[in-house]
């Protein structure tokens, strides 16, 4: 069965500091991965998709995610973190070609001062 | 602007209580989806519908149920049967059944009860 790890419940960053979310998934063949992100009572807003192709991926408000195979994961990344960048971060996995998502356990950051 | 609207964004249930979360689109998307999010758990899928009138359980779906009488809604009823239903529930819709359509998700519903 397919399944998402996303290791870290929560991580700290300073303000201005750079940021790696993991994200591991366990699936017999290359699925279409995601990353959310999900402020306090609301819903999910989509950063980044990866299909195919060029394994690094730009998404929206300065981040981006690389695909490793070899490593069957898909981390996320920020080179200067904001503070309202503070919110819950989910990867999410999807078959080719069958639209449904599972989802990791997202991890929480936090970012200080 | 297009988008999700779920109503209303909290409710309150009583025991032995059907209630019913509203789903609406405008962005003229086929596939709709309802999740149900427990703290430390993601978000899990009670039933999904590729077009109208038609529509299947995820995974879980059991003290639930759903109609897609139209294209731009996709209610979710809250049964009885659903003895644990405290959660926060999210909405989301797609243009495609393919996984290369993007899911979009509403600001959700927050469901407690008396």
């Known amino acids: 069965a397919q399944s998402v790890t996303q290791p870290d419940i929560h991580i700290t960053v300073s303000e201005g500091a750079s940021l790696e979310l993991r994200c591991n998934y366990s699936?017999?063949?290359?699925?279409?991965l995601f990353w959310y992100v999900q402020s306090p009572g609301q819903g999910l807003q989509l950063l980044l998709k990866y299909f195919s192709g060029d394994t690094l991926v730009q998404g929206i408000k300065g981040f981006e995610a690389e695909f490793k195979r070899s490593q069957s994961s898909f981390n996320l990344r920020k080179p200067s973190v904001h503070w309202s960048d503070a919110a819950e971060y989910f990867c999410a996995v999807a078959p080719v070609g069958f639209q449904k998502l599972v989802f990791g356990t997202g991890t929480r950051l936090l970012v200080s001062p | 602007d297009g988008g999700i609207t779920q109503s209303p964004k909290y409710l309150f249930r009583k025991e032995g209580q059907n209630v019913t979360l509203s789903c609406e689109q405008n962005?003229?998307?086929?596939?709709m989806y309802w999740y149900r999010q427990d703290p430390g758990q993601g978000l899990r899928l009670i039933y999904y519908?590729?077009?109208?009138?038609?529509?299947q359980k995820g995974d879980i779906a059991e003290g639930y149920s759903v109609s897609r009488e139209k294209k731009e809604s996709f209610p979710l009823t809250v049964t009885s049967a659903q003895k644990n239903p405290t959660a926060f529930y999210l909405c989301a819709s797609s243009a495609g059944q393919d996984s290369n359509q993007p899911q979009h998700f509403g600001d959700g519903t927050r469901l407690s009860i008396l």
């Open positions: 699936y017999g063949a290359t699925p279409y």
């Open positions: 519908s590729q077009i109208v009138n038609d529509f």
């Open positions: 962005l003229n998307h086929d596939a």
